[in-house]
C-alpha cells in the first residue's frame, strides 16, 4: 500500500537539490568504531563488512548506493543510530568499495543480488537466532527489493527498508542526463572511472583506458563497462534484468520503501502504483526530500535527518 509520509523539509533547506546535497557536503561525519570481517566467496574474490562493536542485538545489515562507503553521510549515520539503540549493525561493502579494488575483473552492479545472498547465509550461520533486518540506500536498496521479490527466493529476514530506489533504471539513467540532475551524474561517473583506472593494473577494462573520458552518462558507461563485466548483452538488456520495480508484486517480507516525489534521480513516473506492491510492502511517500536527504530541523545548527529515525522505529516493531 501507499501511505504518505509525516517528514517535514527544513524550511532553510527548500528544493530536492539543497535537500540531497546538503548532508553530502555539510553533515558532520559521525559513526561508531567498527570491526572489519571478510569473506572469501566461492569465486575466488572477497567482501568486506564493517560491524558495529555491540554483538548481542539484533542483527541489522545496511546497503550503500552508488561507490558508497562509511564515510558516506547517510551510512554512518544509520550505523550511529542503530549501534545506539542496540542493534548489531554491519556494513556490506559492494565489490571493490571497500578502499582496496576486488580480485576479479567483475565488479558490482544494480542488479547483482548473489552477494547478497550469500552475506545472508552467513549471518545466519554466525547469529543464530538472532532476528536480522536490512536496509539498502539508492543501488543499494535497488539490490534490495530486487532480491526480496525474485522468484524461489526464500527471504529468511525479519523485515526490509529500502531508501530512495532507482526502480526503474533506464528511467533514472535518462533523468540524471537533464537539468542540475546532471551535477550527480558527473560526479558518480567521475568515481567510477576512477575506479576502472584503478583497476586497470589488475586486470584490462572492456575498453582501453583512453577512452573513459568519453563516456559521458551512465547509459554510456553501462553499456561499455557494466554490461560487458557482468554478461549482459548491452545497457537496456542490464536495465531491463536489472530494475527492481518488476518485483516489488513478488515481495511477501514485511517492507518498508521510503522515497520523496522530487528525487531529482527518478521522475516521478517511475515510482510503482499501488497495484505493482506487494502485500506485504508500503511505499511511504513524501513531497519532498530529494535523494537520501530528508532534512529537517529549524536552523542548520540542529539538522534533523528523520531518515535515520523513521527506519529506527520501523525496525524496533520487529526486534
Known sequence: MIVTSRFRPAWWLPGAHLQTL????????SYPECQRERLELADGDFLDIDWTGNTRGPVVLVLHGLEGSLESHYTGGILAALAAQGFHAGLMY????????????????????GDLQTVIRHIGKTSPGQPLAVIGYSL?????????????NKATIATAVAVSVPFDLDRAARRLERGLSRIYQIHLLKKLRQSVRDKAGLHSPPVPL???AGLK???????????????????????????SRQYIRHIDTPTL???????????????PKDAELGHAVTLELSRHGGHVGFVGGHTPHAADYWLEQRICRHLQEYR
Open 217 to 243: 552518462t551512465f547509459r554510456q558507461f553501462d553499456n561499455a563497462i557494466t554490461a560487458p563485466l557482468h554478461g549482459f548483452r548491452d545497457v537496456d538488456d542490464y536495465y531491463s534484468q536489472s530494475s
Open 94 to 113: 559492494f565489490r571493490g568499495c571497500s578502499g582496496e579494488p576486488n580480485r576479479l575483473p567483475r565488479s558490482y552492479h544494480s542488479g547483482d543480488t
Open 22 to 29: 546538503y548532508p553530502t557536503f555539510a553533515r558532520r561525519r
Open 140 to 152: 543499494g536498496g535497488n539490490v534490495l527489493l530486487k532480491w526480496l521479490g525474485e522468484p524461489g
Open 257 to 271: 520503501i521510503l522515497h520523496a516525489l522530487d528525487d531529482p534521480f527518478l521522475p516521478p513516473a517511475a515510482i
Open 210 to 212: 583512453q577512452e573513459l
